[in-house]
């Protein structure tokens, strides 16, 4: 008995191995890949970039006379930034001013809007 009992034992040993090499994906054991963390860091780099880029074609469009554009593209900057990460200095910064600009943009203020779109665009640039 004893040996039947060791032999099923060893049988469903082996079979474990073999399923646990095929069936189960090649993982690091102990997170050497970054996993989570670091897809969340890459997001909000991308944010960033992304409320860095429309922040300048909200700029673009103000030199054009387009306030309509202007608002439109600080408000995705706004929505970029706010997504791009916490205790950035100059983010919040650029948070702060893209705001006013959507503020004065709204209220028909162009040339106020610009600068803050300008000051905007210096702080998301320095905030990467």
Do not use: C, W, Y
């Amino acid at each position: 008995m004893k040996r039947s009992t060791t032999q099923r034992a060893i049988t469903l040993a082996g079979v474990l191995a073999v399923v646990a090499t095929t069936v189960l994906p090649m993982q690091p054991v102990f997170g050497g890949g970054g996993g989570a963390r670091r897809d969340v860091l890459r997001q909000e780099a991308q944010n960033r970039t992304d409320a860095l880029d429309h922040a300048t074609e909200a700029v673009d469009h103000s030199k054009q006379g387009h306030i309509a554009e202007l608002v439109a593209h600080a408000e995705a900057a706004l929505q970029h930034a706010l997504n791009g990460g916490k205790d950035r200095p100059h983010v919040d910064e650029g948070i702060a001013h893209l705001k006013a600009a959507i503020e004065h943009g709204k209220a028909g203020h162009a040339d106020v809007a610009t600068k803050h779109a300008e000051t905007a665009v210096m702080h998301l640039s320095q905030g990467r």
